[in-house]
């Protein structure tokens, strides 16, 4: 079956870098496109990143632009998030999530499975 | 504040019928991009719910189904049960913003 399990959050000081990880697991990781979605405390759910199957395309939500970076290793089924210059309303729940299969015509724009999320905690 | 709007609550009694709200605009869900909706029981991930407007993944009860129309979608849910608390996110892709976004949220509770 479909297991996505993240790792690498913790408490860092606003500022720090952190970087997430995203194990995959029971499918062919290398097809699927990959995304990172957060979630504030109490709050609710904001897209992050993707980046396509080959690692070829990756877009940014806007209030990350610049200082996230998305990755991926397809040889180790992982996928990767780089948080650089932390700020305090980056405390959150941070979800890696599969994209499905696109066909030859199109992708679809929503996410088929989830992980169980790490927690970052910017705070000094 | 969320790209696609949504009530923050709604409640209904066991059995009872519920319809949850999704309201975008011309360059999401008015611009045919589908709308997809995800349950978050308390304390766990979001999970698939309704796919492609009104299409349920393997495993998802029949009493859930979805619908579109122009910038609105809805999710409506029949025979209430109390393991139908949680809350429920709408999500769709914005051609203006070129991301995907979703709703605030909407905490279902069974009465």
């Known amino acids: 079956q479909v297991q996505l399990v993240e790792s690498g959050g913790g408490v860092v000081q606003p500022g720090r870098s952190l970087r997430l990880s995203c194990a995959a697991s029971?499918?062919?990781?290398?097809?699927?496109?990959m995304h990172w979605v957060r979630q504030a405390p109490g709050k609710g759910l904001e897209w992050v990143a993707v980046?396509?199957?080959?690692?070829?395309?990756?877009y940014y939500a806007d209030s990350v632009k610049g200082r996230f970076t998305i990755s991926r290793d397809n040889s180790k089924n992982a996928l990767f998030l780089e948080v650089n210059g932390l700020r305090a309303e980056d405390t959150a729940v941070y979800y890696c999530?599969?994209?499905?299969?696109?066909?030859?015509?199109?992708?679809?724009?929503?996410?088929?499975?989830w992980g169980q999320g790490t927690l970052v905690t910017v705070s000094s | 504040q969320s790209v696609l709007t949504q009530p923050p609550s709604v409640s209904g009694a066991p059995g009872q019928r519920v319809t949850l709200s999704c309201t975008g605009s011309?360059?999401?869900?008015?611009?045919?991009?589908?709308v997809h909706w995800y349950q978050q029981l308390p304390g766990t991930a979001p999970k698939l719910l309704i796919y492609?407007?009104?299409n349920r993944p393997s495993g998802v009860p029949d009493r859930f189904s979805g619908s579109k129309s122009g910038t609105s979608a809805s999710l409506a849910i029949t025979g209430l049960q109390a393991e139908d608390e949680a809350d429920y996110y709408c999500?769709?892709?914005?051609?203006?913003?070129?991301?995907?976004?979703f709703g605030g949220g909407t905490k279902l509770t069974v009465l």
């Open positions: 980046m396509s199957y080959d690692g070829s395309n990756k």
């Open positions: 999530a599969r994209s499905p299969l696109c066909s030859s015509a199109s992708c679809p724009y929503y996410f088929d499975f």
């Open positions: 492609g407007n009104n």
């Open positions: 999500q769709s892709y914005d051609s203006s913003l070129s991301g995907w976004v």
């Open positions: 011309s360059s999401n869900i008015g611009a045919a991009y589908d």
């Open positions: 029971g499918f062919t990781f290398s097809s699927y496109g």
